[in-house]
T-cell receptor
Framework: DAKTTQPPSMDCAEGRAANLPCNHS???????VYWYRQIHSQGPQYIIH???NNETNEMASLIITEDRKSSTLILPHATLRDTAVYYC??????????FGDGTTLTVKP | GAVVSQHPSRVICKSGTSVKIECRSLDFQATTMFWYRQFPKKSLMLMATSNEGSKATYEQGVEKDKFLINHASLTLSTLTVTSAHPEDSSFYIC????????????????FGNGTRLTVT
């Protein structure tokens, strides 16, 4: 069973920040939070991951709450090409990952 | 960055035949690879965990004799759909993460681009 819950869909205006929430209230101490996105008919693309500190890379920022029960993926300046299904998963080590239903983000001009 | 190559990207086969899908880690070693299946407008469903040099671990409800997995080297896992039927038509995706001792604990999964299987 998936360990995360996400809203099924979100819209965002092009050029604005997209903030995608994820709840993972049963996360274990050794589990990392990973974010991926999937554009139609392609394999998922890794975006970012973190344990408890906020993280930033060239694609996005990840904000993890202090209790680690939820996180937010931030795309600072969304473009039309960011339209995709975004998945938040938790995973420890090299263990398997179970995907939930994800959030369909639609970036609108 | 780590690259996972999956082949073929599309395959059409006749009912009753078998189809082999390859998953390769191009620039890293992966002792473990994962196989997923995805139906239209649905999320990825984990089918099995492929372990180099040992038997694969299948998720509940996945027929191991139907979906044969072989992981003969640290860079190659194969999924064979045996005696395929139209209900096996789906999008199959493999993934792997770097498994060297220094980086493996929080190494992200890298996914292939998937294989679209159509059984007629």
């Amino acid at each position: 069973d998936a360990k995360t819950t996400q809203p099924p869909s979100m819209d965002c205006a092009e050029g604005r920040a997209a903030n995608l929430p994820c709840n993972h209230s049963t996360i274990s101490g050794n589990e990392y939070v990973y974010w991926y996105r999937q554009i139609h008919s392609q394999g998922p693309q890794y975006i970012i991951h973190g344990l408890k500190n906020n993280e930033t890379n060239e694609m996005a920022s990840l904000i993890i709450t202090e209790d680690r029960k939820s996180s937010t993926l931030i795309l600072p300046h969304a473009t039309l090409r960011d339209t995709a299904v975004y998945y938040c998963i938790v995973r420890a080590g090299t263990g398997k990952s179970t995907f939930g239903d994800g959030t369909t983000l639609t970036v609108k001009p | 960055g780590a690259v996972v190559s999956q082949h073929p990207s599309r395959v059409i086969c006749k009912s009753g035949t078998s189809v082999k899908i390859e998953c390769r880690s191009l620039d890293f070693q992966a002792t473990t690879m994962f196989w997923y299946r995805q139906f239209p407008k649905k999320s990825l469903m984990l089918m099995a965990t492929s372990n180099e040099g040992s038997k694969a671990t299948y998720e509940q409800g996945v027929e191991k004799d139907k979906f044969l997995i072989n992981h003969a080297s640290l860079t190659l896992s194969t999924l064979t759909v045996t005696s395929a039927h139209p209900e096996d038509s789906s999008f199959y995706i493999c993934s792997a993460s770097v498994t060297d001792s220094l980086r493996s604990y929080n190494s992200p999964l890298h996914f292939g681009n998937g294989t679209r299987l159509t059984v007629t």
